[in-house]
């Protein structure tokens, strides 16, 4: 199966809306080293971690507008061990609009999501 059809079988997309990200925003410390490649965007990547979390797939199967899965995977690592992933999903689940739109779905999580194998 093709990555299309694949995405096409759970394409539940979470995309944060103007407002969680001003609250989520503030709790993501800006990158302190400045070499190598430039930082994929928070955003982008919150919204792709989101999506593997919500819909159950392999982080390689990410949708290319997240950008890269291995990017979103490591990126939850970081933020788990450093704490800042708990308080970005306390944060976006205190807002009742994110508790209904993810209740919408299959998928149920907290700070132990982190755990998922990469790949």
């Not at 093709?2 to 103007?18: C, G, K, P």
């Not at 503030?26 to 989101?50: C, F, H, M, Q, Y």
Request: charged letters at 25%; glycine letters at 8%.
């Amino acid at each position: 199966m093709d990555n299309m059809s694949r995405h096409a079988l759970s394409d539940q997309h979470w995309h944060l809306t103007d407002e969680q990200w001003a609250s989520i925003a503030p709790l993501i410390p800006e990158r302190t080293s400045r070499r190598g490649r430039p930082r994929n965007d928070d955003r982008k990547t919150l919204n792709g971690i989101l999506y593997v979390l919500k819909n159950g797939c392999a982080w390689q199967d990410l949708p290319p507008e997240y950008g890269s899965g291995t990017t979103c995977w490591r990126r939850l690592q970081e933020w788990s061990a450093d704490g800042i992933w708990g308080r970005i999903w306390r944060t976006l689940f205190a807002q009742p609009d994110a508790q209904d739109a993810w209740a919408s779905g299959r998928t149920s999580l907290d700070d132990g999501a982190a755990q998922a194998q990469a790949g």
